[in-house]
T-cell receptor
Framework: DAKTTQPNSMESNEEEPVHLPCNHS???????IHWYRQLPSQGPEYVIH???SNVNNRMASLAIAEDRKSSTLILHRATLRDAAVYYC?????????????FGTGTSLTVIP | NAGVTQTPKFQVLKTGQSMTLQCAQD?????MYWYRQDPGMGLRLIYY???????DKGEVPNGYNVSRLNKREFSLRLESAAPSQTSVYFC??????????????FGSGTRLTVV
């Protein structure tokens, strides 16, 4: 199964942009790149996903490298409510369906 | 919008007791999943159901059984609880298909302690 590698933790100042990196060197051509975040004591929450092109939504932007072996989640202006664990996940395909395999993610601390 | 509903939210069991964790979704999703999350760890897949009537093992299925009761409901059963099963359990659902262009919706979790 394709796996991802993320830094264990990152810090950002409030109202500054945050770039959360993810390496997925074994990604296959059909794997979508998904990002989720988990606030304390809550279930994971969908943030964004993409295949090859960069993606934007109201929460964040996703920049995907041309060779697709890495991606970056961009929070344009970090707020205290963005403090969470961020998971970069590949949507792996199999003959019986598809499912996510989570790593330990990046714990983002936002400094006021 | 209810999304994914898990019951109970909290549970304390004695070693050897059994219980069933319930999960229901109202989004007409085909696929449903059970994950566990231990302190300081990421989520690990226990079982999943790609569609009604099918179930498959994930990474850590030992000690658990599941039932896909209908399209809406997917339950997780611990037949003989062990302290190693102390964890937070999350249910999730998604559209299905042989492509990755669908996200998951997660429930708020069940915090289980086995003493």
């Amino acid at each position: 199964d394709a796996k991802t590698t993320q830094p264990n933790s990152m810090e950002s100042n409030e109202e500054e942009p945050v770039h959360l990196p993810c390496n997925h060197s074994t990604i296959s051509g059909t794997d979508y790149i998904h990002w989720y975040r988990q606030l304390p004591s809550q279930g994971p929450e969908y943030v964004i996903h993409g295949l090859t092109s960069n993606v934007n939504n109201r929460m964040a932007s996703l920049a995907i490298a041309e060779d697709r072996k890495s991606s970056t989640l961009i929070l344009h202006r970090a707020t205290l409510r963005d403090a969470a664990v961020y998971y970069c996940i590949l949507r792996a395909l199999s003959n019986t369906g598809n499912q996510f395999y989570f790593g330990t993610g990046t714990s983002l601390t936002v400094i006021p | 919008n209810a999304g994914v509903t898990q019951t109970p939210k909290f549970q304390v069991l004695k070693t050897g007791q059994s219980m069933t964790l319930q999960c229901a979704q109202d989004m007409n999703h085909n696929s449903m999943y059970w994950y566990r999350q231990d302190p300081g760890m990421g989520l690990r897949l226990i079982y999943y159901s790609a569609s009604e009537g099918t179930t498959d093992k994930g990474e850590v299925p030992n000690g658990y059984n599941v039932s896909r009761l209908n399209k809406r409901e997917f339950s997780l059963r611990l037949e003989s609880a062990a302290p190693s099963q102390t964890s937070v359990y999350f249910c999730a659902s998604s559209e299905s298909g042989y492509e990755g262009n669908y996200g998951y919706t997660f429930g708020s979790g069940t915090r289980l302690t086995v003493v």
